[in-house]
């Protein structure tokens, strides 16, 4: 019974989201210097989800985030993954004390996340399509 | 308590069975409950899965570096009290808790896949079902309701064994115990018991009251009949101990089955111990056996009853002992021959007659009326014109035993005719020996048929084999006989005499030890036949 429940609750958050989900589409980028032509979107998700640390030639990769209430944020990881953010943010809640894997830097808008990436290398961002600008390298297109 | 009573019967049979019912109700729920203790147990497991699910697909998606977390997540559902040990599989690696790999074990395998891409397996979650916690969980179900099951039979068995007290066995023994003071032929019923009027209990009383009803009846009347055969027998006994006259009951053989006091009695006075054989008809008690056997048997023979007078074997200093004798011969229900023989004590009258023949009107040998005694009575009947018939007779070859075997034996003959002659004749008529060896008997009657069965039945039993005890053999005499009727012969006793004494020195022609029929000749017919001479 316990277990239905539980089932039919998650059945019911995955309409939701779905229907949240195809509002924007966004975009992966990274610093202009850096060799990687293109992710894919298991890499991308290793990348934020803590798994891998590094882009698929072995340099280091630092991801950054939205601040945790922002829509961008909710948005892009529900076209991600496919589920909602609360899930995402359980998930770091979780493996948090373990120590050894850390969360994205969250930056507070999209703006400084670019800032950030022109100045940063290693770095890794994502942004909405329309924001993209010059100075920054597509890795990959998250069209839904 | 009684071990075969109904109360220990009905407690045995209901507690027995309930107790059997319970521990197969217990066994069967048992195994019920392990099996469902399991299935709740995989369900709870199931649970404990969903439950952690994002933890272990987090550590599970994390490899090594989810290892940590994977330890901390095993730990804690190895904590859980169902759970005997948990253990991770993922990325190559396993984590686990608890001890893995007991034998009894059940392992319940989960597989976990990544959040982030659902359909991508990463691992897989162990869980350990702990089969001894589940199979004490079920065994202490399965207790308690064994002793709730139990605890429910004795209940019921004392129950019934209360409603089979109250109901049963108190009104059945207290029944039983007022059944066995009754005494049967009494007015004394049974009370039908409180709330049983229309049970089996109380028909079974009512049966129980008829039947002490026909038992009262049919006593009463069994004792009504008791006290009227009691009565009856007292007077019997009365009537038979009281007797003046010995009676004996004997069986042919002539042993005594039966006697009264009088009999003892005269066996005192004839000298003789009491014993139960006395010969055939008592005979051994009697002066002249013989005399009594050929008087008796014959009669008894043809007619069941006899009777005659004879002379007891009397001690020789005593007074003789005259006794008529009445034999009567029955049969009992058992077609078993009896006689009774009573003996009536005549003693009086014969001493009478020895006082008469010692007035020379008897002779002291026979004791019958002598020649003058006779005569006396003749003169009596002739003065009176009574009608009477003078038979005449003499013995045949008596001369002969006389010579032979002495005066003695002659006497003893003598005295054989003379008992014939006795109880020959009826009570009227009269009996003497004329002299020698010749009779005179006086018939009270001119009938010539009556005359001659008298005769008849005197010489049947003169002609009988007589007995002579001191030579040890038997002889036999004949008798001739000649009647003259007066007044029709003659009405003096001169010319009667003479004329019988005619008519039997006739009938001596044809002497004959046979039993001829010219044995008697009339004195008229002897008249015409010498008339035609």
């Not at chain 2, 014959?298 to 006899?306: D, E, G, I, Q, T």
């Not at chain 2, 109880?423 to 009996?431: F, K, P, V």
Request: aromatic fraction near 8%.
């Amino acid at each position: 019974m316990k277990l239905r429940m539980l089932m039919l609750l998650s059945l019911l958050i995955t309409l939701q989201t779905q229907y949240v989900s195809a509002a924007e589409s966004f975009v992966v980028v990274v610093h202009k210097n850096n060799p990687t032509q293109a992710l894919n979107k298991s890499d991308l998700i290793d990348i934020y989800m803590g798994k891998k640390s590094a882009f698929p030639n072995g340099a280091k990769a630092s991801p950054v985030d939205f601040e945790l209430e922002s829509e961008v944020r909710t948005q892009f990881y529900q076209a991600l993954l496919g589920i909602p953010v609360a899930r995402v943010n359980a998930y770091w809640s979780r493996i948090r004390f373990s120590g050894k894997v850390r969360p994205p830097l969250p930056q507070p808008d999209i703006a400084s996340v670019l800032n950030y990436v022109e100045t940063n290398n290693n770095a890794i961002a994502y942004i909405p399509e329309q924001n993209v600008t010059d100075d920054v390298k597509v890795v990959y297109r998250l069209n839904e | 308590m009684n071990k075969s009573g109904l109360l220990f019967r009905v407690g045995l049979g209901v507690g027995g069975t309930a107790v059997i019912v319970a521990l197969l109700c217990t066994y069967l729920f048992y195994g019920f409950t392990f099996q469902q203790e399991i299935e709740a147990s995989e369900q709870q497991a199931n649970s404990l899965f969903v439950t952690v699910k994002e933890s272990a697909a987090s550590a599970a998606y994390l490899g090594e570096q989810g290892v940590d977390l994977a330890r901390e997540l095993v730990a804690g559902l190895s904590n859980n009290e169902l759970i005997a040990a948990a253990a991770m599989e993922f990325s190559g690696l396993t984590v686990s808790s608890g001890e893995v790999g007991q034998a009894d074990a059940v392992a319940e395998r989960f597989a976990i896949y990544s959040i982030f891409q659902p359909d991508q397996k990463i691992g897989e979650l162990l869980l350990f079902l702990d089969e001894a916690h589940i199979q004490q969980r079920a065994e202490s179900l399965a207790r308690s309701s064994a002793f709730a099951m139990l605890f429910l039979a004795f209940l019921i068995t004392l129950l019934v064994i209360l409603a089979a007290y109250w109901l049963v066995t108190r009104p059945l023994t207290s029944l039983a115990n007022h059944l066995h003071d009754i005494e049967p032929g009494t007015q004394e019923r049974l009370a039908v018991p409180d709330f049983h009027n229309d049970s089996e209990l109380g028909s079974l009383v009512g049966d129980i009251n008829d039947l002490l009803a026909k038992v009262q009846l049919q006593l009463n009347e069994e004792r009504e009949l008791r006290n009227q055969i009691q009565s009856l027998e007292r007077k019997f006994r009365l009537m038979f101990q009281n007797s003046v006259s010995p009676i004996v009951l004997a069986d042919i053989k002539g042993n005594v089955l039966l006697h009264n006091q009088a009999f003892e009695r005269l066996l005192n006075a004839l000298g003789l111990s009491e014993q139960q054989q006395h010969g055939p008809m008592l005979c051994n008690l009697f002066a002249s056996p013989t005399a009594m056997l050929n008087t008796i048997m014959p009669a008894l023979k043809s007619n069941n009853v006899a009777l005659g007078e004879f002379k007891l074997k009397t001690p020789a200093e005593q007074a003789g002992i005259w006794v008529q004798m009445v034999v009567s011969s029955f049969k009992s229900d058992e077609a078993q021959e009896y006689q009774q023989i009573t003996l009536h004590d005549i003693s009086s009258q014969h001493e009478e007659l020895k006082a008469l023949s010692i007035q020379a009107q008897y002779d002291p040998l026979t004791e019958l009326l002598n020649r003058h005694g006779l005569e006396n009575k003749m003169d009596e009947k002739i003065s009176k014109r009574d009608v009477f018939t003078l038979v005449l007779f003499d013995l045949n070859w008596f001369k002969q035993v006389n010579d032979q075997y002495g005066h003695a034996a002659g006497d003893s003959m003598l005295k054989y005719v003379a008992d014939g002659i006795r109880n020959t004749l009826e009570d009227e008529d009269i009996g003497g020996r004329w002299g020698g060896d010749e009779f005179v008997l006086l018939i009270n009657d001119s009938c010539r048929q009556r005359i001659e069965v008298t005769c008849q039945r005197l010489l049947d039993f003169i002609i009988q084999p007589y007995y002579l005890q001191q030579f040890d053999t038997h002889v036999q005499i004949g008798a001739s006989m000649g009647a003259a009727i007066f007044p029709n012969d003659g009405i003096d006793i001169k010319h009667l005499v003479a004329r019988a004494d005619k008519a039997m020195y006739r009938a001596k022609g044809y002497k004959s030890r046979d039993n001829h029929e010219d044995f008697l000749i009339f004195a008229t017919d002897a008249l015409s036949t010498t008339g035609d001479e």
